[in-house]
T-cell receptor, first 114, second 114 residues
């Protein structure tokens, strides 16, 4: 059973549309991460989120991206106005517990922008 | 800032032969080191990690990796390759002193020849 569940598994959206990707951990995790992988390429860090705040973000994570924890369990990544180059696999990740040093990844959400 | 280098884009090994996938790292503090595997259209699956202690760590599916501090390396190994080991392998590092994000290498595609 995966540590982290992501939805949707695949989404196709038109350029300029807003997209929300969701992540749900099994247990009550405090740390979350979002990563992006453009088809078959390097896995790139987007943002880390600790205790309901962004703790670090990369250059990729510009103003069109945002993260939230709206209800204490779900963790979302929002892309406000999608571009063609946002097409990628987006992974949510989290350690198993507060002191966990292994970060476990979800199965990913494959976003296709057309 | 931490970084990971995987010098080989692809490694080809005959089934039954030993395999090695190379990884070197750079981190300012003490490293947590990881190997993840990605099968086609799947997420990142944790294989093994080095945190502290014995330099040779064993993980899933018969894989092992050796931490070498002087060479800043963490090569992935397996004594006898299986066709089912064919996948994309990512080495990753986390700065122990910063309790931080994981940074990935660019990945090495392992192709086991039957």
């Amino acid at each position: 059973e995966p540590e982290v569940t992501q939805t949707p598994s695949h989404q196709v959206t038109q350029m300029g549309q807003e997209v929300i990707l969701r992540c749900v951990p099994i247990s009550n995790h405090l740390y979350f991460y979002w990563y992006r992988q453009i088809l078959g390429q390097k896995v790139e860090f987007l943002v880390s989120f600790y205790n309901n705040e962004i703790s670090e973000k990369s250059e990729i994570f510009d103003d069109q991206f945002s993260v939230e924890r709206p209800d204490g369990s779900n963790f979302t990544l929002k892309i406000r106005s999608t571009k063609l180059e946002d097409s990628a696999m987006y992974f949510c990740a989290s350690p198993r517990n507060y002191s966990g040093n292994t970060i476990y990844f979800g199965e990913g959400s494959w976003l296709t922008v057309v | 800032a931490q970084s990971v280098a995987q010098p080989e884009d692809q490694v080809n090994v005959a089934e039954g032969n030993p395999l090695t996938v190379k990884c070197t790292y750079s981190v300012s503090g003490n490293p947590y080191l990881f190997w993840y595997v990605q099968y086609p259209n799947r997420g990142l699956q944790f294989l093994l990690k080095y945190i502290t202690g014995d330099n040779l760590v064993k993980g899933s599916y018969g894989f092992e990796a050796e931490f070498n501090k002087s060479q800043t390396s963490f090569h992935l190994k397996k004594p006898s390759a299986l066709v089912s080991d064919s996948a994309l392998y990512f080495c990753a590092v986390r700065d122990m002193n910063r309790d931080d994000k994981i940074i990935f290498g660019k990945g090495t595609r392992l192709h086991i020849l039957p």
